[in-house]
């Protein structure tokens, strides 16, 4: 240990060996990785995973910028590895394939909240209730979620009665609550969120594997 | 390894080119350190109380991105790197080659940071983990630490001494990776982002990187000097320490993917990343062996040694039974996780760089630290904070992954068992944060002392009822 040239060597060379095997073989093994084309029942071209539509592209940018993924992850991992399935977050393991529209990908390493990576497909039919985003507590009392009220403008009603865009709220002394274009194109964003596409590389379990 | 009876009390005549810098690096790493702490428990705070401060800048996201950056980045690396650039000047028997360089290295690197709070707090993060300061301003951190660092590599080549000491292996090896890493990550997953998921992964090796191969070898080299410095006794097994140095340098570089177990990624690597995990057990366990103090004194840089070299056998330990797959898919995802984190980045690296400090002090300034009780209640505080803020979240993420565990225990009782353990977290920092505060405040007494005669200290001038009087000339 007391030849210089051999510890700068050796230390280049250990992080340099990582480097290739973590940093450069999986870039150049994700690079091609490109959307899956297939046709559906009426012979048309299908692409997964979908595009997300201008609204909801800047509603990832909202997401991003006020770290939402502090408490949600939008990763939904195979039963072996955890109750995601069993939990109904999603109908099959999450791949890299189904995040070729995010960049940067919100991964997301604490589960205070519930995985989101499927939330589009838990709210079906059902429009996104803006409520939540105004205040969570409103939608599931004692939820620690964070709101975003700040994207939200309170207002007196007017002459003309409540406006259409206004919140549906308990009536409180003729103020009324709308939101913002970013509260918007953030629960644009929320409905957009699904991964649960069939692809080649992750087939959707068999009913007894996932319980659901 | 020679080892002098008693540490000399001021520094020798080569040394002297290191003072400036080396006081400017941890000093501004000391408020960086209580800056971070404070965002850290702002955010523990919001955890149980989301109601408080609805506004945007403080959304929870925001101020743990603050936290994390700022404590890594300012706290950690430049405490880390004024302790080492001493040590190489020390151990070497040589200057530094540019001090200016130094000096202007850091003030860059702290503009940088100074303008990333308010960067970050307006929504300006990255979305990438570990990495969410902006480009730019990443750019210029890293502008600034090669400056800082290509001293430290200079003072390696221009080593005076035959042969390196365990110190020198740990620092040259954190200088240069550290450079890699961030250059890396900048690259990669900030200026030159692939669709998708791969930003994620050069996200993870930087992240596990900076944990292992920056800031643990910064920490060890602190130890591996300032042990037998301190207890006036070698350090044990000294065979053993090349072995954990390169297994260390081996294995740190390759956990990238621990923190994606499970998750849409190639399942080569995360096998990687869990083997790697494990392996690291063999350096942890080598350099504790090393480390062990056992008995033998108890002045306050001796005390935080012991408590660093705790922290790092049980962290590392903890860390490396974490990535085996089995436990990964109760605890992953839960506090538990972050109470690792934080016993290896609070209870380990900053210990260990705190008895570095310590030591340092007096030979920095020519002054002791003035306030005896003081350095008691910092000694105290720290670890009563880390038992508190850690045990919380220990034992809080224990129970949260077992609940998340268990399909059939919905989320919301998942967080109703979790919340009392979020408010002791919370608790567990602020303690922490007032011992850090304690040590300032012996700092600030310090300071103030340089305005007093030789010789007499604020304490004793109050003490005495002589301090108006002096103060006043």
Known sequence: MNYGPLLFFGVLATLAASWLGLVAVPRHQLAPLDADLSTNSANSVVTYPPARS?????????????????????QVRAAKDGSDLARGWGRRRTVARDYLRDSPAQLGASRLGPDLANYGERLGTNAFNLVRLYNPRMAVTNSICEGVPFLFEQRPVGLTGPSPEALILPPD?????????AARQLAAYLTSLSSGGELPEAPLPA???GNR | MSVPANPPASLEAHEQTCRLPVLYLLGSGLIWLLVGLAFSALASLKLHAPECLPFAWASLGRLQA???????????SQTGLGVALWLLVHLGKTELVSWGSAIIGTVVWNLALTAGIPALLLGGSTGIPGLELPPSLGVLVLLGYLLVAGNGVAAIMGCRRGGYAPA??????ALLWFAWLYTTALVTAVYFPSRGIFAAISAGWFNQGVLWLWLTPLALASLYHFIPELTGKPVRSPELAPVAFWSLALFGGWTATVGLVGGPIPAWLVS????????????????????????????????????AVGSFTLGGIVSAVTSLRCANAVLHFTQFEVAVRELLQ???????????????????????????????????LTVLGLLIGVGAYAIGGWKQGWGLADAKVDLLSVNAVLKPWLRLHTVG????????????????????GFALPVGRTLVTEVVTGTAPATAAK
Do not use: M
């Open chain 2, 346 to 380: 609070l209870g380990f690296v900053s210990a260990a760089l705190f008895a570095g400090i310590y030591a340092l002090v007096p030979r920095l300034t020519g002054r002791k630290l003035p306030h005896c009780g003081l350095v008691k209640a910092h000694w105290a």
């Open chain 2, 66 to 76: 603050v936290a994390s950056n700022i404590l890594l980045l300012g706290a950690a």
């Open chain 2, 272 to 307: 990687v990343g869990v083997v790697a995990g494990v392996l690291l057990l063999i350096p942890v366990l080598l350099a504790s062996v090393n480390l062990y103090v056992g008995a033998v004194g108890s002045s306050p840089a001796v005390r935080f040694a012991k408590l």
């Open chain 2, 429 to 448: 920092l602020a303690v922490f944060l007032l011992g850090q505060l304690t040590f300032t405040a012996n700092v600030v007494l310090l300071l103030v």
């Open chain 1, 207 to 209: 009913k007894e594997e």
């Open chain 1, 173 to 181: 002394g003729g103020v009324e609550i709308i939101p913002s274009a």
């Open chain 1, 54 to 74: 201008g609204q909801a592209v800047q509603g990832h940018a909202i997401y991003v910028a006020h770290g939402c993924v502090a408490c949600h992850t939008q």
């Open chain 2, 168 to 173: 020198q292996w740990f620092i040259l090896g």
